[in-house]
């Protein structure tokens, strides 16, 4: 059992607590926990501070926990200690008896307080698992090819304005359009990552944005296959967005395909 140790503090701003905030910060760390599991053989156990436990994140984790195949990431929570540092953090679950603990650091693209010690990520985030989903019964699919769109984010700045949307879809009139997430008028679809996760595996491609959903795209597609728009320039993408360039995925820029 390998032990991963999420950062306790932000990377980005000074001495702010990390409390992994986004549906795709979660998505994103259970993918590396698994990525590093099926790499190096071996289930990971990825510990969280109290501030990564708290509000409806009790709920968010298992149920992303659950799209993985079981025995290869586990979750320990500790919620009685108050974490002073990252490497603090480290140094109490170390303590705990588990040894080969480690943080996780971005060494392609490290961030102003990047811990200086870890397990290099960028390695284990070229992997598309290309996961199974389980079947939904309950959800009706097109019978012919389609793709899963998701356009709406917690971020204005990363969102596409309605204007522009209907250009970027005409680019795929072959293909049926499943909405996902928080714009989706099928509650399951809205609301149930299974369901979600079903939709996405049966896809073609997805079309979206620099969201959660990009994040949870990366279990159940190649990289060529996700098409991700946005009005940034490519100097101020997130790091995920310009990781995922690198590693194959289709990153539109002001309405061009790079």
């Known amino acids: 059992m390998k032990h991963l140790v999420m950062r306790a503090y932000s990377t980005i701003k000074k001495n702010f607590f990390y409390g992994a905030p986004g549906l795709g910060d979660r998505i994103h760390h259970v993918m590396l926990c698994y990525n590093y599991s099926v790499i190096e053989n071996t289930p990971v156990t990825l510990h969280l501070t109290k501030y990564q436990w708290n509000r409806h994140k009790p709920d968010s984790w298992p149920e992303i926990i659950s799209l993985f195949p079981k025995g290869k990431v586990e979750i320990q929570k500790h919620l009685n200690h108050e974490p002073q540092s990252n490497i603090s953090f480290l140094e109490f679950v170390k303590k705990l008896g588990y040894s080969n603990a480690e943080e996780q650091i971005y060494d392609d693209y490290p961030q102003r307080f990047e811990p200086k010690n870890g397990i290099h990520c960028s390695k284990y985030l070229k992997l598309f698992p290309n996961l199974k989903a389980k079947n939904q019964k309950d959800l009706n699919l097109p019978s012919k090819d389609f793709i899963t769109v998701q356009f709406d984010s917690t971020s204005k700045n990363r969102m596409i304005k309605q204007k522009n949307r209907q250009q970027i879809l ?9 909405i996902v997430g928080g714009e989706s008028s099928n509650q399951l679809l809205k609301n149930s990552l ?3 996760a079903f939709a996405m595996s049966k896809a073609k491609f997805h079309v979206g944005v620099d969201s959660g959903f990009l994040h949870m795209s990366q279990l159940y597609f190649n990289p060529n296959e996700i098409h991700i728009y946005t009005t940034r320039d490519p100097s101020k993408w997130s790091h995920h ?3 995922g360039y690198q590693n194959g995925m289709k990153i539109n820029s002001k309405e061009k395909i790079l």
């Open 170 to 178: 005409e680019k795929y009139e072959n293909y049926e359009k499943i």
């Open 194 to 196: 299974a369901h979600i």
């Open 241 to 243: 967005l310009r990781r």
